[in-house]
């Protein structure tokens, strides 16, 4: 009898450019290749070279990285980044995508006070993404505390389940952050869960973005989840590495996340498929080890 074979997950795992800040997009290229993620979602903001499409296909093809997601420009330091109309944002986040392959935008819900962008952000969306193969995935975002006090600071709504969109993104360190269940709110995303930025955080009111395994958020079984139900999306690391003191120390970080995604991606198939399966499935694994274990330390 042939033994069982693990089939592991589509899932690519890429590197969110936003997780090098405070260093470059071009940075993050080259962490990404080093590291051996299979790519990088682009996060546009501030630095002049996430805003330049062909600036980033040169990135991409010199370090042979592909880009699979664009993160739209929707933060509040990047306002006045692609245009001041959000939807201009949002076309253009399209057509950079279409142009460097990517398959999906990531787009957060409007602010409240962005009122007649509120008020046609869901009916929009659906229309955008009716224009286009490029999936719009709308992320989950959080209230906002200081001390006793909550801000609703996101129209229609911070959980974005309560509203009827095609695609989601789940973010768990925003999950964290508002305090909710993480994986009672992919459940309720069920087959539109078309994307994930993997991080992890402790609740506080403010967002984190640790290193998965770092926190309280269940990550490792949000993974083994998307594994056994063949999620065919992408699984984003998108933490925070301001406070490395050095960048063999940011380098390690990233190669944590990205050895602790995989793992898990592949310990789930591995169960799934048994003792034979398992046997299979462990020279991967131990790949992935070794590859942290390979990386800088501080």
Not at 24 to 50: H, K, N, Q
Request: include cysteine.
């Amino acid at each position: 009898m042939a033994e069982a074979v693990v089939r592991i997950p589509d899932a690519k795992v890429a590197l969110s450019t936003a997780s090098v800040y405070p260093e470059s997009t071009a940075t993050a290229f080259e962490i990404a290749a080093r590291l051996g993620y299979d790519g990088v979602e682009v996060m546009v903001w501030t630095d002049p070279v996430s805003q330049d499409v062909e600036a980033l296909r040169r990135l991409s093809d010199y370090h042979q990285v592909p880009i699979l997601a664009v993160h739209a420009p929707c933060l509040l330091i990047t306002q006045r980044v692609w245009s001041t109309d959000p939807w201009v944002k949002l076309q253009r986040a399209r057509a950079a995508a279409e142009r460097l392959g990517a398959s999906t935008v990531v787009v957060h819900p409007p602010f409240r006070w962005q009122r007649q962008y509120a008020r046609d952000f869901v009916s929009g969306i659906w229309r955008m993404a009716d224009e286009t193969d490029v999936r719009f995935a709308v992320e989950n975002m959080y209230p906002w505390r200081y001390k006793d006090r909550e801000m609703l600071a996101y129209a229609p709504e911070w959980d974005v389940t309560k509203d009827d969109y095609r695609h989601f993104t789940v973010d768990l360190s925003h999950t964290a952050t508002a305090r909710t269940d993480a994986l009672a709110m992919i459940d309720r995303m069920g087959d539109r869960l078309g994307h994930v930025h993997l991080a992890d955080g402790k609740g506080s009111a403010k967002d984190e973005h640790l290193v998965p395994g770092r926190g309280t958020q269940p990550c490792a079984e949000l993974l083994e989840r998307l594994a056994l139900t063949g999620f065919d999306g992408h699984v984003v690391i998108e933490v925070n590495t301001r406070r490395a003191m050095s960048a063999a120390e940011r380098e390690a970080d990233l190669a944590e996340a990205l050895a602790f995604t995989r793992l898990h991606l592949a310990s789930a198939a591995a169960r799934a498929a048994g003792p034979a399966g398992a046997r299979t499935a462990s020279p991967a694994a131990d790949r992935t080890t070794e590859r942290t274990e390979g990386a800088p330390r501080p």
